[in-house]
């Protein structure tokens, strides 16, 4: 790691056998995020021209269904393709770009966090998710907030029980 740190430029500049594989990933995030894209835009298209044959309810949940997949292709896209792109321009661009390598352990740190980032928005936008999460929190709180009412109330009754003694 330390290495990673000192020399910043190293993974986006690379040559030999990690330059050949550093391109091959920096073409797979491409493709998955071109991917992302070609699935979504259909989806989009596809829901627009079957409106008509669907009921309201059924209209309004996969629009809310395509909503929440929209917003999370876009975290991959925003969180993996983007800062991999820069790293494939860096790698292939031309020796003026070199200076540019300093900032790849920036796009990198940003591209190893889409798993959290991912996770923390299937938290928060999908409602089913949302819901039991908060009423997971609202139930510790609430045990919680139980249990020191009784702990307190138990002081009290074994000190009253010991000044009478």
Known sequence: ????????????ISAGINGDIDGLTKLYYALMGVTGLALILPAYHSLHQQRHLMSKK?????????????????????VVFVPFCWEAAV????????????????????????????????????D????????SVKMVIGNRKKNQRISVTAIS?????????
């Open 91 to 126: 790698a292939w661009g031309r020796p003026e770009s070199a200076p540019l390598s300093v900032y790849t352990i920036w796009t990198t740190a940003i591209g190893c966090s889409h798993g959290t980032l991912s996770t923390v928005v299937l938290l928060f936008v999908y």
């Open 157 to 165: 009754v074994m000190s009253q029980q010991k000044s009478k003694k």
């Open 128 to 135: 089913s998710y949302r819901k039991r999460l908060f009423d």
């Open 1 to 12: 790691m330390i290495n990673f740190i000192n020399h910043t430029g190293f993974y986006a």
């Open 58 to 78: 059924t209209l309004r949940f996969q629009r809310l269904w395509l909503r929440n997949l929209t917003i999370q292709v876009l975290i991959f896209i925003g």
